[in-house]
Structure formats: C-alpha cells, structure tokens
C-alpha cells in the first residue's frame, strides 16, 4: 500500500524544475536547454564563458545549445522528467 502513494507522488525534476507524477512520466514530458546560457565575447570568438553579472554589455549572450538570446526561453529538448530522487 505504502509504494503505490510513492509512486504517485510528485516529484521535482532536475532539467526543468517544474513538479511532475512519476506515473504521467513520458518521453516528451520535460522540455529543456541542454547546455549552459553563455557569453562569448566578440573580441575572442573562439572561448565561452557562462554568463555572469559583471559581464560586458558588449557580450553576445545565449543557450549554448540552440542559440536562443533569451534567458527564459522555452528548451530545446524533450525528454522524460529526472527526479533529484533518482
């Protein structure tokens, strides 16, 4: 009786940070940017640097990954939701 309410209870992912059920858990469920938000400085294109508040405002500033500007954009990426539990 007792694994059935943990399986069923929500849990935090890792990727996402959003709260999900173990048992509505897909492949499809959790979206998000595999990499790091980054600045590369346009004076050194080839070294990246993960953003940081003193940061040049001259600084080209995006996801790694997929090259989206915006800090809050949604991810890349889908995959299944990873618990900090696991």
Known sequence: MGEGNE????????????????????????????SFFVCRRHDDQKRYYEL?????????KFYDCCGAEDPDAPGCTTSSHVSYDD
């Open 7 to 34: 399986a069923n209870q929500q849990r935090i992912c890792k990727r996402c940070k959003t709260p999900y059920s173990p048992l509505s858990n897909d492949r499809s469920a959790c979206r998000f940017h595999p």
């Open 52 to 60: 940081r508040p003193d940061d040049p405002p001259y600084a080209a």
